[in-house]
């Protein structure tokens, strides 16, 4: 695992989950919900950060694990033709001010429960789980 400015790599995650198709539908929902949790603090600390700015906005943060190996932090508020009329710089915004803060304050907290996460599941495969 490699944190590096917005982005945590971590290698062979888009296999896994290719992997836990073939395991069956309760495996892959437990690795979703094992990424869903390690992203978790990310979620909180950006909501926390962006809350004085837009509570609204804030709180329809939400996490996305997707096929393809990514899991993100993201805004699942709807555009609203006013709002983005008068706010062309509205999502950058939340970037700067809330998601990149929030992912380098708690990369480590997101890179232990990933690393902790793994080694249950491991265990759990390795044990017939």
């Known amino acids: 695992m490699a944190a590096s400015a917005g982005t945590i790599r971590v290698e062979g995650l888009r296999q896994l989950l290719r992997a836990t198709d073939q395991a069956g ?58 709002v983005s009329a008068r706010r062309r710089n509205f999502g950058p915004m939340q970037m700067r001010r809330a998601l990149e803060p929030a992912l380098e304050s708690k990369s480590d907290d997101v890179v232990r429960a990933l690393d902790d996460a ?12």
Request: glycine share 12%; net charge positive; proline share 4%.
């Open 25 to 82: 539908k309760e495996t892959k929902k437990l690795v979703r919900d094992e990424l869903r949790k390690a992203a978790e603090p990310v979620r909180a600390e950006a909501a926390r950060l962006f809350a004085p700015v837009d509570g609204r906005s804030a709180a329809r943060y939400g996490i996305s694990v997707r096929k393809v190996g990514t899991v993100s932090v993201e805004q699942r508020l709807r555009k609203s033709p006013n």
């Open 118 to 129: 793994l080694g249950r599941l491991a265990g759990d495969w390795g044990h017939g789980g």
